[in-house]
């Protein structure tokens, strides 16, 4: 099985080569990581809520991934996954030094500076490089954005509700703090937005790269005062279509520089929404902090005019696992050879060729624990003795449950019993998965060390 996993990875990276454009010019890309924001929440996937009229364009004029995945439901190992193409538990970056969910102000573990990033691939191929917002992958020096791969950094190093007594919550530029505590600035988004356009018109002379993971809508709700009471869904709606009229300003700036038809862009979240009251994840079951379908997969526009097909939809599995190889063979680099990839090139998928998964199994962790697989329409939630949460007391024991996402996308109804090799099948994958990642008390063959650091080293004050 593990053999005949890592020849499908090699194979689907060889057959999508021919699909690549070869370019005078290598193309800029835009990766857009909200956060929090849920399945629903924007007019592509749905929401009757939130007016998104520039995503729904940019929907129109490109692809929506109906079966995108984060590969955890909560901040900092989905991150960690996006900017690696590996699993958390492959990074060592699924718990926190205290075997918290995610990092904290003034933490001693980070991202390894020795994992090769997307930022690390793409400078190698003459791009610029710059990451606008939440970065919440470790706060010392060695783990920060400028150390991955980022030429420049602007933003807040973790989530925008850790301000603590010892460790604000501070704005950085690169490594320096420009702002003390800007726990409940209702300007962020707007300031991302505008680093964005300043960083988007100075890279004329080179392709670029540019990483935005939006603060929003993270609690606390801080949309800006333009957009108070503009949606029907209170300060939650609000923010969300600040969020759109930000991507409109940044598409707005590919256009007036005339590289609109050499930019793909790509919007998407880190997990689903925590607000059920206000934030959708419908139809899907969950929210953020689970594995069920709510929690971990994401809405996902991507577009790019004249590559992408415009006003198409895929229900292929996708993950923000393959946005690393995808992204690698784009610009005429390769993933690293020295270490596994979980991540596929999905770019068959983006440029309408591909008809049939490129990816055979996915694998849905919470924290340290395997908790389901999923193969094609099939969902296995495996056994456990207890089930973990992001917070609070586990769940306790949890039996077999099978689902077919195709005619059950809510996960109602347990239909293991009636296929007993499917359930055989999906439990060997978790077999795999068990001895390459680990799982609860399982160290995984195939896992590296995280980053550490004996001495944590906050970015603090305006003065330090």
Same mark, same amino acid.
């Given at each position: 099985?593990?053999?005949?996993?890592? %020849?499908?990875?090699?194979?689907?990276?060889?057959?999508?080569?021919?699909?690549?454009?070869?370019?005078?010019?290598?193309? *800029?890309?835009?990766?857009?990581?909200?956060?929090?924001?849920?399945?629903?929440?924007?007019?592509?996937?749905?929401?009757?809520?939130?007016?998104?009229?520039?995503?729904?364009? !940019?929907?129109?004029?490109?692809?929506?991934?109906?079966?995108?995945?984060?590969?955890?439901?909560?901040?900092?190992?989905?991150?960690?996954?996006?900017?690696?193409?590996?699993?958390?538990?492959?990074?060592?970056?699924?718990?926190?030094?205290?075997?918290?969910?995610?990092?904290?102000?003034?933490?001693?573990?980070?991202?390894?500076?020795?994992?090769?990033?997307?930022?690390?691939?793409?400078?190698?191929?003459?791009?610029?490089?710059?990451?606008?917002?939440?970065?919440?992958?470790?706060?010392?020096?060695?783990?920060?954005?400028?150390?991955?791969?980022?030429?420049?950094?602007?933003?807040?190093?973790?989530?925008?509700?850790?301000?603590?007594?010892?460790?604000?919550?501070?704005?950085?530029?690169?490594?320096?703090?420009?702002?003390?505590?800007?726990?409940?600035?209702?300007?962020?988004?707007?300031?991302?937005?505008?680093?964005?356009?300043?960083? %988007?018109?100075?890279?004329?002379?080179?392709?670029?790269?540019?990483?935005?993971?939006? #603060?929003?809508?993270?609690?606390?709700?801080?949309?800006?005062?333009?957009?108070?009471?503009?949606?029907?869904?209170?300060?939650?709606?609000?923010?969300?279509?600040? %969020?759109?009229?930000? !991507?409109?300003?940044?598409?707005?700036?590919?256009?007036?520089?005339?590289?609109?038809?050499?930019?793909?862009?790509?919007? #998407?979240?880190? *997990?689903?929404?925590?607000?059920?009251?206000?934030?959708?994840?419908?139809?899907?079951?969950?929210?953020?902090?689970? #594995?069920?379908?709510?929690?971990?997969?994401?809405?996902?526009?991507?577009?790019?005019?004249?590559?992408?097909?415009?006003?198409?939809?895929?229900?292929?599995?996708?993950? #923000?696992?393959?946005?690393?190889?995808?992204? &690698? &063979?784009?610009?005429?680099?390769?993933?690293?050879?020295?270490?596994?990839?979980?991540?596929?090139?999905?770019?068959?998928?983006?440029?309408?060729?591909?008809?049939?998964?490129?990816?055979?199994? @996915?694998?849905?962790?919470?924290?340290?624990?395997?908790?389901?697989?999923?193969?094609?329409?099939?969902?296995? @939630?495996?056994?456990?003795?207890?089930?973990?949460?992001?917070?609070?007391?586990?769940?306790?024991?949890?039996?077999?449950?099978?689902?077919?996402?195709?005619?059950?996308?809510?996960?109602?109804?347990?239909?293991?019993?009636?296929?007993?090799?499917?359930?055989?099948?999906?439990?060997?994958?978790?077999?795999? &998965?068990?001895?390459?990642?680990?799982?609860?008390?399982?160290?995984?063959?195939?896992?590296?060390?995280?980053?550490?650091?004996?001495?944590?080293?906050?970015?603090?004050?305006?003065?330090?």
């Amino acid at each position: 099985m593990e053999k005949r996993l890592f %020849i499908l990875t090699i194979f689907c990276s060889l057959i999508a080569m021919p699909y690549i454009y070869a370019e005078e010019r290598k193309p *800029n890309i835009i990766l857009v990581f909200c956060d929090d924001l849920g399945y629903a929440d924007i007019g592509p996937f749905g929401s009757k809520t939130h007016a998104t009229p520039v995503l729904d364009q !940019m929907a129109r004029e490109g692809m929506c991934l109906t079966d995108f995945y984060s590969t955890c439901p909560v901040c900092t190992p989905s991150r960690a996954s996006l900017l690696t193409g590996c699993y958390p538990r492959r990074v060592n970056m699924h718990v926190d030094e205290k075997n918290l969910c995610v990092l904290f102000p003034a933490a001693r573990k980070g991202l390894n500076p020795n994992e090769i990033t997307i930022a690390e691939i793409l400078k190698e191929q003459g791009y610029r490089t710059m990451c606008i917002g939440k970065w919440h992958l470790g706060d010392h020096p060695d783990f920060m954005p400028t150390n991955q791969g980022f030429d420049s950094y602007y933003g807040i190093p973790y989530s925008n509700d850790m301000n603590r007594k010892n460790v604000p919550l501070p704005l950085v530029r690169d490594l320096e703090v420009i702002r003390d505590s800007v726990q409940r600035d209702d300007t962020i988004t707007e300031q991302y937005t505008n680093e964005a356009v300043s960083f %988007i018109k100075g890279s004329s002379d080179k392709p670029f790269f540019l990483y935005l993971p939006h #603060t929003a809508v993270h609690l606390p709700l801080v949309p800006g005062k333009k957009f108070k009471n503009t949606s029907q869904d209170g300060a939650y709606g609000d923010w969300v279509q600040e %969020i759109d009229w930000s !991507m409109g300003e940044i598409i707005k700036t590919l256009k007036s520089e005339g590289i609109d038809e050499n930019t793909l862009v790509l919007f #998407t979240s880190d *997990n689903g929404s925590a607000r059920e009251k206000q934030g959708s994840n419908l139809p899907l079951r969950g929210r953020k902090g689970r #594995t069920d379908e709510g929690g971990m997969r994401v809405p996902c526009v991507v577009r790019w005019p004249g590559k992408i097909p415009a006003g198409t939809r895929t229900n292929l599995i996708t993950s #923000t696992l393959d946005l690393l190889p995808t992204f &690698a &063979a784009i610009s005429g680099g390769s993933t690293p050879n020295d270490r596994v990839i979980d991540g596929v090139n999905i770019w068959p998928i983006l440029s309408g060729k591909a008809k049939l998964n490129v990816r055979e199994v @996915f694998f849905y962790y919470q924290m340290d624990q395997l908790q389901a697989v999923r193969s094609g329409n099939w969902k296995l @939630f495996v056994e456990m003795e207890s089930k973990k949460r992001n917070w609070g007391k586990p769940e306790g024991k949890k039996g077999l449950a099978l689902y077919n996402l195709a005619n059950d996308i809510h996960e109602d109804n347990n239909v293991a019993s009636d296929n007993p090799k499917v359930v055989k099948s999906l439990q060997n994958w978790a077999d795999v &998965a068990r001895k390459d990642l680990g799982d609860v008390g399982i160290e995984g063959k195939g896992q590296r060390k995280a980053g550490w650091v004996e001495k944590a080293s906050p970015r603090l004050l305006k003065d330090n």
